[in-house]
Nanobody, 127 residues
């Protein structure tokens, strides 16, 4: 049974940092695309960053240079380091996973690609 459990959300200040974690179990971690999505009230869910086991990453333009996605393959854990937070980063953040065979240049950033989702963790940034 696939499980994705996020943690690390909470209040943050503009210009500050937060680190999200996603503990994964129940699938072959090393072959999967992993991703962080976010969804603010009234908005569609958007792909923030993706990573494949071998390292290729993708980011949406608004977080480039501020957010870093990484994975610890020994711990089956995905991370999102969020620096220089902005109020527009306010959202529920979700961890997602799906088999990544064939995506050696980078994993998709669309929600429809991902079969497995965590429950989400809220990030609230105050100015």
């Amino acid at each position: 049974q696939v499980q994705l459990v996020e943690s690390g959300g909470g209040p943050g200040q503009a210009g500050g940092s937060l680190r999200l974690s996603c503990a994964a179990s129940g699938f072959r971690w090393g072959t999967y695309c992993m991703a962080w999505f976010r969804q603010a009230p009234g908005n569609e869910r958007e792909g923030v960053a993706t990573i494949l086991s071998s390292g290729p990453t993708r980011y949406i333009e608004s977080v480039k240079g501020r957010f870093t996605i990484s994975r610890d393959n020994a711990k089956n854990t995905l991370y999102l380091q969020m620096d220089n937070l902005k109020p527009e980063d306010n959202a529920m953040y979700f961890c997602a996973a799906n088999a990544g065979s064939g995506y050696n240049t980078g994993c998709p950033t669309v929600p429809s690609f991902y079969n497995y989702w965590g429950q989400g963790t809220q990030v609230t940034v105050s100015s």
